[in-house]
């Protein structure tokens, strides 16, 4: 299986900060990766695939970028609706598909 | 509107069955490949299963292959998971989720349910 790392577990920040999550896989996914966002009691929410596409409806404060097992988010300048924990999920391998362990975007 | 939505949660005992139904509305049911996710109280997101969008092929996680089964009637528009020798670590929120594209999966979801949650404890 596919193992899937995320950094930072937790993130503080401000509105307006520029904030990165990484994600790391075991093995090289080229970049068949997807971001989700997810709110507390709600579903996830895809934000971004393939690495770096940005899902219809997503705002362009949003990006994605990488390929092979080193990957990242970026929020260019956060916003109180950005406050959530964001998933990566590698689809390299479809069995299993594999899931980061999430990153908890907080307020400062 | 286009949704998702799960039912047949409840409270079971060890080693008991439960399943679940997940009724889709707003698009073509029977052209998408659809999937179970599910999430344990405060944990990450975890794949449980896949069926193919005509039911032929089917994936399962390795932690539920063989006491999980997943089908789907696409007459009803409904997503089915039948789970039996449950254990306590399958206490979970379960999602179906919705693949990216009709025909041949993309492998990532773009449109969820709410969840329904299973809690498997004596």
């Known amino acids: 299986d596919i193992q899937m790392t995320q950094s930072p577990s937790t993130l503080s920040a401000s509105v307006g900060d520029r904030v990165t999550i990484t994600c790391r896989a075991s093995?090289?996914?080229?970049?068949?990766l997807a971001w989700y966002q997810q709110k507390p009691g709600k579903a996830p929410k895809l934000l971004i695939y393939?690495?770096?596409s940005l899902e219809n409806g997503v705002p362009s404060r949003f990006s994605g970028s990488g390929s092979g097992t080193e990957f990242t988010l970026t929020i260019s300048s956060l916003q109180p609706d950005d406050f959530a924990t964001y998933y990566c999920?590698?689809?390299?391998?479809?069995?299993?598909?594999?899931f980061g362990g999430g990153t908890k975007v907080e307020i400062k | 509107q286009v949704q998702l939505v799960e039912s047949g949660g409840g409270v079971v005992q060890p080693g008991g069955s439960l399943r679940l139904s997940c009724v889709a509305s707003?698009?073509?049911?029977?052209?998408?490949?659809m999937y179970w996710v599910r999430q344990a109280p405060g944990k990450g997101l975890e794949w449980v299963t896949f069926?193919?969008?005509?039911?032929?092929?089917?994936y399962y996680a390795d932690s539920v292959e063989g006491r999980f089964t997943v089908s789907r009637d696409n007459s009803k528009n409904t997503l089915y998971l039948l789970m039996d020798s449950l254990r306590a670590e399958d206490t979970a929120l379960y999602y179906c989720?919705?693949?990216?594209?009709?025909?041949?999966?993309?492998?990532?979801?773009?449109?969820w349910g709410r969840g329904t949650l299973v809690t498997v404890s004596s």
């Open positions: 093995q090289s996914i080229s970049n068949w």
């Open positions: 707003g698009f073509t049911f029977s052209s998408y490949g």
């Open positions: 393939k690495a770096s």
């Open positions: 989720a919705k693949d990216y594209a009709g025909g041949n999966p993309y492998w990532y979801f773009d449109l």
């Open positions: 069926i193919r969008y005509d039911g032929s092929i089917k």
């Open positions: 999920q590698q689809y390299n391998s479809y069995s299993p598909l594999t």
